[in-house]
């Protein structure tokens, strides 16, 4: 064990503003045990192969020399890890969270960054954490997102973000995660943080096996695993003007979890391919079985038997939903059924065959019972 340290003006005050459930949890979860109860303070104990160590927790903020106990407390604990107080600090504000690290790593002096590069960086963790929430409630992979419910955007808001460190451009995001209730079910942020997790691994994968060659299909099958449009955009946008990065996890102290704690570096060719792969992916009708339905904005009808109809709304292939307009060949039959579904403003859905970003084969035409437009 090292010798105790002394904790500094600012980190005292930062010690005292945690409620002492919050130290508790801490002492529960890094191997203390809590030894005996004492009027208004719990003496806890920890073993180590030099020796056993006592801390004394007090169990509320209003004993007299509150500030003092937490002196104490830090000097303690921080000297039994064996670490700076200042990062058993950072340790207990986020011991009930999850917490995704973002380490640019830009030219120019240690610990800034162009404005323009951290303007673009907070935008992409926003947009990684909206577009992962979105996805874990949806239960399906998606090309490309469309608008959020407020419940997505409800939950953002309760993501916090960490003051940028020194040596490189780092700043924290994390997600407060609140104890497992009965049912054992891992809580709403728990589930979000792994949604990220797989889709940031996903797009790592993806993006370092087509750093030669570009191959939209590396993303395609993995959109089940959270690959869509949004995400990889977010992740470019993390990297402007190429800057390489990190990105890293660290889960709640409270909640252990089978995952591992990874981190994944992306460099200026792998940003340059998200890049891409989120224009693509934007407008994107994989080959394959397609369903698309909405209204019939265009008909046109070709030389010979059948015609073409122009359909805007959601399709949904393979390798998830998206919704853009799509071309569609028909044979005269089913063509004439959309001719009349356009005349009186009904809804479609059209299955078939997607070659090349149309529709062929079409196996099936159903007009959908809705409500003219107004």
Partial sequence: MTPPAMASAEELRAASSLPPETLRQYLEVTGWLPAQQLERA????RSEDDGDFEVLLPGDR???????????????????????????????????????SFRLLPGGPSGTI?????????????????????AFMHHGPMLVQGRRPERVLEFARTVRLGTPRAGSWAIAAHLAVPRVGVDDTPPFARQVSLQIHRAVRACHVASG????????????????EGVSSNVCDALARLGRNGVPYDVGFDWSRQHPTSVPAD????????????????????VAVPDGEATIEGKVSGLRRDTGEGGQATIRGPISTVYGSSERSVRVLLPD????????????????RVSGLAVRGHIERVTRVEILEDSPDA
Avoid: C
Avoid at 85 to 100: F, H, K, Q, W
Avoid at 209 to 224: A, M, N, P, Q, S
Avoid at 274 to 280: C, F, G, I, M, N
Avoid at 336 to 345: E, F, I, T
């Fill in 42 to 45: 719990t003496l806890w104990t």
């Fill in 62 to 100: 209003n004993v007299r020399d509150y500030a003092g106990r937490m002196h104490d407390f830090l000097a303690t604990v921080a000297a039994v890890e064996e670490r700076p107080i200042r990062l058993l600090l950072t340790d207990l504000e986020t011991t009930g969270a999850d917490t995704l």
């Fill in 333 to 348: 039959r089913l063509y004439q059924r959309l001719v009349a579904a356009h005349g009186r403003r009904q809804s479609v």
């Fill in 263 to 282: 981190s994944f570096r992306f460099d200026e060719r792998r940003i340059e391919v998200l890049r891409l792969a989120a224009d693509q992916l934007k």
């Fill in 114 to 134: 162009p404005l323009f590069n951290a303007a673009d960086a907070l935008t992409g963790i926003r947009e990684l954490v909206v577009s992962s929430t979105f």
């Fill in 209 to 224: 096996e087509v750093v030669r060659r570009f191959d939209l299909g590396r993303f395609l099958r993995r959109t089940g």
